[in-house]
């Protein structure tokens, strides 16, 4: 085989996600999840590729100032604390899609969340979580990962294993240090891939 067919095979190869050892057991590379793909802008408007947090477990939740769940920064906080050195990640958007819960600028959401809460977790720009104008990730979120659904209020809450693949949901009423979420989180801590 002449070198220039042989670079072309290999490079067309690369483009469909297969390398030539997977090739040969006539398996494809495993695609990195839609999660990853993604590319949001911190509170401060900073852009944060979700890559960053690969091999990560995450917590997704859609957060508000001003609803009934809001005390949940707290507990968000506590979890996000006893974890984060086993790998736990919190990213928060606020989001003002319920009862204009979220009316306030990303410096106003901020400050209310680091006087009030003393949040020290990954803040995001508002989006919008739900609607004709809603966000690509929660689109993916809601209509494309293994646990769709509309995002029905504020903190709503999603946990992402470490390959970035969506795995549970757990509605508002959830606090994230009710039981049933601790098992969940833990059960993603204590597996490494």
Not at 54 to 64: E, F, K, S, W
Not at 88 to 93: Q, S, T
Request: with cysteine; proline share 6%; aromatic share 14%.
């Amino acid at each position: 085989m002449r070198f220039d067919t042989f670079f072309a095979a290999v490079f067309v190869a690369s483009l469909f996600g297969y390398s030539a050892s997977a090739q040969e057991k006539g398996k494809p590379m495993a695609a990195e999840s839609p999660v990853y793909s993604f590319t949001m802008e911190s509170i401060d408007g900073s852009p944060v590729p979700l890559s960053n947090y690969r091999g990560n477990v995450l917590l997704i939740v859609n957060v508000a100032s001003f609803c009934g769940y809001t005390p949940q920064y707290e507990d968000i906080e506590s979890v996000y604390e006893k974890y984060k050195d086993k790998g736990l990640r919190v990213l928060a958007f606020p989001a003002n899609n319920f009862g204009n819960q979220e009316p306030g600028s990303n410096e106003e959401i901020k400050e209310f969340c680091t006087s009030k809460y003393d949040v020290t977790f990954d803040l995001f720009s508002k989006i919008s979580v739900k609607g004709e104008d809603q966000h690509p990730l929660y689109r993916y979120i809601t209509t494309e990962s293994s646990v769709p659904g509309e995002v029905k209020w504020n903190f709503q809450k999603y946990l992402v294993d470490r390959s970035g693949n969506i795995v549970a949901m757990f509605p508002s009423k959830v606090k994230p240090t009710d039981d049933d979420f601790i098992r969940a989180l833990e059960g993603l801590l204590a597996k490494k891939s």
